[in-house]
């Protein structure tokens, strides 16, 4: 479990990434308002499932709402005497976390699974889910992996789905700071995307990530913050 001190840590860099993100998103707003007077039309109703009024709180459905399951890996476990460049690396605890999550949120329905690999390895052996659909980096020409996005993951999903996309309601798995991003960024690619409600994710770092900046918060959380900003533009 997390301790007292790490979790007081977490609170405190999340607390203080809210107000420098507060402060950036009020001075744009100032500047908005100074170079143009005209009126503001009123903005459009927000549709179901995609109200991302702040950065945040990210918007919730029911598991059982959705049409796919859309699922984004956290850091890996590099095993020794292996070049990181080259492999993709071992699953780890924190997304082994996050396939028992797109399990609990797809429960007995037989609704399609894209998941990053090493959320996917997971899922198949483990849990026997065979017909999940595996979101893999690419190569350079060296045989180097290419880093594969939060956006090239989406980007992925959206391109399998094709037309699909219009009418699918994508419930979102993914790392608890996270989330936000992951969900915004699926929609962005025309899905209807949530976090299922009711299902627990993931939100203890590891410590032994092959992927440093998912090791604390410290890492990570500034540029997940930065990240949210860029999707407000």
């Not at 908005?32 to 009123?42: N, Y």
């Not at 459905?61 to 590099?78: E, Q």
């Not at 960024?185 to 949530?194: C, D, E, N, R």
């Not at 998912?214 to 997940?224: A, I, K, M, R, V």
């Amino acid at each position: 479990m997390t301790s007292k001190r790490t979790a007081g840590s977490v609170r405190s860099i999340r607390a203080a990434m809210t107000v420098v993100c507060t402060a950036v998103l009020g001075t744009a707003a100032g500047l908005g308002a100074i170079a143009s007077a005209a009126p503001v039309p009123p903005a459009a109703a927000p549709v179901a499932g995609q109200g991302f009024s702040d950065l945040w709180t990210v918007p919730t459905a029911p598991a059982d709402t959705a049409t796919l399951i859309v699922a984004y890996s956290f850091g890996n476990r590099i095993p020794a005497g292996v070049d990181p460049a080259r492999t993709v690396g071992e699953p780890g605890p924190v997304n082994e976390a996050l396939a028992a999550a797109v399990v609990a949120t797809r429960g007995t329905r037989d609704i399609p699974v894209y998941a990053q690999t090493e959320i996917a390895e997971v899922l198949k052996s483990r849990y026997g889910m065979n017909d999940v659909i595996s979101i893999d980096p690419e190569r350079a020409a060296d045989g180097t992996l290419v880093y594969l996005s939060t956006d090239g993951v989406a980007a992925q999903v959206a391109a399998l789905r094709g037309t699909a996309v219009a009418t699918d309601s994508a419930a979102v798995v993914a790392f608890e700071d996270h989330q936000w991003r992951a969900t915004k960024t699926t929609a962005k690619h025309g899905f209807l995307a949530f976090a299922p409600e009711g299902v627990a994710m993931p939100d203890q770092y590891d410590p032994q990530s092959g992927q440093t900046w998912t090791t604390s918060p410290l890492l990570y959380l500034p540029t997940d913050y930065l990240g949210r900003l860029a999707l407000l533009k």
